[in-house]
């Protein structure tokens, strides 16, 4: 069964950084893209950042580039992102999700509040 | 980069009707790069189609993707009460990947 499990969210202030992780299992996760995507409270759904199945490629929305970086360790099957400069805007629940047909598995959301 | 608009905002029905949901693309889209989502209240989104008109694993044939060009559509046939919940389309593209802004499908 595919599981992604993300951890890493709480609360920080505003220029604060925070590291989320996403632990996959069930599948081999090193033969897949995965993404980043975010969901503000009420809001809807918005993409962050993906990064190709060996971490050589990666690439951001605008809004974060410069400011977060996705990673990736495949011995340890987990997908990172680092957030740093956080701003209130960055304030969401962060899923991770594979890239199969589509994104086609996601885990359960892992949340993050940026305030002061 | 593609902008998608959906509509409607909210969709009211009953159960056992029919649920058309309509994403309109700023550009054309290829048919491999469409998808929709099914996102329930505390919960992650779940693929229910790719690729136009593809249905994801699990999905019940009730769910069906149509369309081309700028124009695409989720239709609901015989809607089941677990089939209300907030409806996503997103558009995959040179490694970008852009979403709706949703409709909500609601019990009326």
């Known amino acids: 069964e595919v599981q992604l499990v993300e951890s890493g969210g709480g609360l920080v202030q505003p220029g604060g950084s925070l590291r989320l992780s996403c632990a996959a299992s069930?599948?081999?996760?090193?033969?897949?893209?995965m993404h980043w995507v975010r969901q503000a409270p009420g809001e809807g759904l918005v993409w962050v950042s993906r990064?190709?199945?060996?971490?050589?490629?990666?690439i951001y929305a605008d809004s974060v580039k410069g400011r977060f970086i996705i990673s990736r360790d495949n011995a340890k099957n987990t997908l990172y992102l680092q957030m740093d400069s956080l701003r209130a805007a960055d304030t969401a629940v962060y899923y991770c999700?594979?890239?199969?047909?589509?994104?086609?598995?996601w885990g359960q959301g892992t949340l993050v509040t940026v305030s002061s | 980069e593609i902008v998608l608009t959906q509509s409607p905002g909210t969709l009211s029905l009953s159960p056992g009707e029919r649920a058309t949901l309509s994403c309109r693309a700023s550009?054309?889209?290829?048919?491999?790069?469409l998808a929709w989502y099914q996102q329930k209240a505390g919960q992650a989104p779940r693929l229910v189609i790719y690729?136009?008109?593809s249905r994801a694993t699990g999905i019940p044939d009730r769910f069906s993707g149509s369309g081309s060009g700028t124009d695409l559509n989720l239709t609901i046939n015989r809607l089941e009460p677990e089939d209300f919940a907030v409806y996503y389309c997103?558009?995959?593209?040179?490694?970008?990947?852009?979403f709706g802004q949703g409709t909500k499908l609601a019990i009326k």
């Open positions: 999700a594979r890239d199969g047909t589509h994104l086609d598995y």
């Open positions: 069930g599948f081999t996760f090193s033969s897949y893209w």
């Open positions: 990064i190709d199945s060996d971490g050589g490629s990666t």
């Open positions: 550009q054309s889209v290829g048919s491999s790069y």
């Open positions: 690729g136009v008109s």
């Open positions: 997103q558009h995959y593209g040179s490694s970008l990947v852009t």
